[in-house]
């Protein structure tokens, strides 16, 4: 097979796992954006003063030895911050992804803006089939259980905890 075929196909799945990493990310944030809506609609506030604050920024973090890079999702009530962070390996000296995991993520909570973030847990996303993927809580240094709405509003639980 000529190099330029080799580079072709590679190039075509570098697309595809871009996709499926990318659809993993927005569900991420999507559902524990919603939840936050949620919780903000619960909580009996006026129209527009929101008591969870959502924000987003580009954002690198190590898994293991590998740098992920990508995004982070901030949700700040009162003093507390959880951060959702997102990313993968973009270029050679960022490593690898072990375990077969096309993108990982980490979820900490601060209970102060000026104090680092403590991880509560540590995230895979996984190929679930050809064409769909699933988030995977990391336990004992292997996939765990699938990330379910149920696990996020947990986490969501943790922020609002007094």
């Known amino acids: 097979m000529p190099d330029s075929d080799y580079l072709d196909e590679y190039l075509k799945l570098k697309a595809a796992n871009d996709q499926l990493r990318e659809r993993g990310r927005q569900w991420l944030f999507d559902s524990f954006g919603n939840l ?5 609609r619960k909580s009996g506030e006026q129209p527009g003063q929101q008591v969870i604050q959502v924000g987003y920024q580009e954002r690198q973090f190590k898994a293991g030895s590998s740098t992920m890079v990508g995004e ?10 959880l951060l959702i962070e997102v990313g993968w390996p973009r270029l050679p000296e960022h490593g690898f992804i072990t375990m077969q995991g096309l ?24 190929r679930r089939g050809a064409d769909d993927v699933s988030w995977y809580v990391i336990a004992n240094e292997k996939p765990g259980e699938v990330l379910t709405e149920q696990l996020l509003r947990g986490y969501l639980n943790l922020l609002l905890a007094d």
């Open 36 to 40: 936050c809506a949620e919780a903000n």
């Open 72 to 81: 982070a999702m901030g949700v700040r009530y009162r003093m507390n911050t």
């Open 103 to 126: 993108a990982r993520g980490r979820v900490s909570l601060s209970p102060n803006p000026t104090i680092d973030a403590n991880l509560i847990s540590e995230l895979i996303l996984k």
